[in-house]
């Protein structure tokens, strides 16, 4: 798959013109350059509430200890959509809108976890329980408030 990134580097702008091209013919120079324009502005309309929404969820699941896999993965995507649509063109901007649709990150989002694995190694807790557990193993060196000092 990587080995066609190039291949795709170059073929991206030479299907933004064509297209660039064939929507110019059909309705006009300056109706093209609207349609530029207008699938920009809107992209950023929908990006920044699409965004708001995320950040929303990003904080919920923090504040419940979880991992916010999904939100982190609906964060990425909505990045990849703001570039796609600085880019100037009909192809990153359909592009990109499909990104900011919701159910079209979550059926991304479920493809690709189906292919990985993710392994949480920290756990994620209010500080009000901080140094009350205390870990009973045989190899566990365990000091006491009065036992530590700094170097």
């Known amino acids: 798959m990587v080995r066609y990134?190039?291949?795709?580097?170059?073929?991206l702008p030479i299907l933004e013109i064509a297209l660039f091209i064939k929507v110019g013919?059909?309705?006009?120079?300056?109706?093209?350059?609207?349609?530029?324009?207008?699938?920009?502005?809107?992209?950023?309309?929908?990006?920044?509430?699409?965004g708001v929404s995320v950040l929303?969820?990003?904080?919920?699941e923090v504040g419940r200890g979880e991992m916010p896999a999904r939100a982190i993965a609906d964060a990425m995507m909505l990045?990849?959509?703001?570039?796609?649509?600085?880019?100037?063109?009909?192809?990153?901007?359909?592009?990109?809108?499909?990104?900011?649709?919701?159910?079209?990150?979550?059926?991304?989002?479920?493809?690709?976890?189906k292919r990985m694995t993710v392994v949480s190694t920290a756990?994620?807790?209010s500080?009000?329980?901080?140094g009350e557990r205390r870990i009973d193993r045989p190899a566990t060196i365990d000091l006491d408030d009065d036992e530590?000092?700094?170097?």
Not at 148 to 151: Q, V
């Open 25 to 50: 013919q059909a309705i006009g120079l300056l109706s093209t350059l609207g349609l530029v324009i207008g699938a920009a502005l809107l992209g950023v309309l929908l990006l920044r509430q699409q």
């Open 127 to 130: 500080s009000a329980g901080f």
């Open 79 to 113: 990045g990849i959509a703001a570039v796609l649509l600085v880019l100037p063109g009909f192809f990153s901007d359909a592009v990109a809108l499909c990104l900011l649709l919701p159910p079209v990150r979550g059926w991304i989002y479920q493809s690709l976890a």
């Open 148 to 151: 530590f000092r700094e170097k």
């Open 5 to 11: 990134l190039p291949f795709a580097l170059l073929l």
């Open 123 to 125: 756990s994620y807790r």
């Open 56 to 60: 929303g969820q990003l904080r919920r």
